[in-house]
């Protein structure tokens, strides 16, 4: 039985999961017309750069990344098929903006919907931005 986690995605643990990112990225952009960054064809390099850049702010402390697991064993490695969602925070630092963060990419893989995920990934994302002051997401 696999347990449904939400955490932030951890630059040096979770690298490995930059393939499955965006393979739910393009699946989004695929089943759901989703405008997200590109547009078909999609171009499977892009999207493995883009992820790499993502993952990049997180450790520079420029975006926040909150993932959605579904875990066969909680507390081993993450499988990248046990990715299910994603959703990033810019967080701005110019001087008049470190009271905000930017809403990106909500993305839950097609065959993990109607479970939760947005509304779970969002919450933490909330926690997680007004634990680092920024009381407005846009």
């Known amino acids: 039985m696999s347990t449904p986690t939400v955490r932030l995605l951890s630059p040096n643990n979770d690298a490995h999961l930059v393939p499955y990112l965006a393979a ?17 064809p999609l171009d499977n390099a892009k999207l493995l750069a883009f992820w790499r850049d993502a993952i990049g702010d997180v450790g520079r402390g420029t975006r926040l990344i909150v993932i959605q697991l579904d875990e066969s064993e ?12 994603v959703v990033m925070l810019g967080l701005p630092q110019t001087e008049t903006f470190t009271h905000q963060g930017s809403l990106e990419k909500l993305m839950v893989s097609p065959t993990f919907r109607q479970r939760g995920a947005a509304k779970a990934m969002l919450q933490v994302l909330e ?7 920024r009381k407005l997401i846009v």
């Not at 017309?33 to 078909?40: D, G, Q, S």
């Not at 909680?74 to 969602?85: A, N, Q, R």
């Not at 926690?127 to 002051?133: F, T």
């Open 24 to 40: 739910i990225h393009a699946a989004c952009i695929n089943h759901d017309n989703m405008v997200a960054t590109f547009l078909p």
């Open 127 to 133: 926690k997680e931005a007004a634990d680092r002051g």
């Open 74 to 85: 909680p507390g081993s490695p993450v499988k990248g098929p046990e990715l299910k969602g």
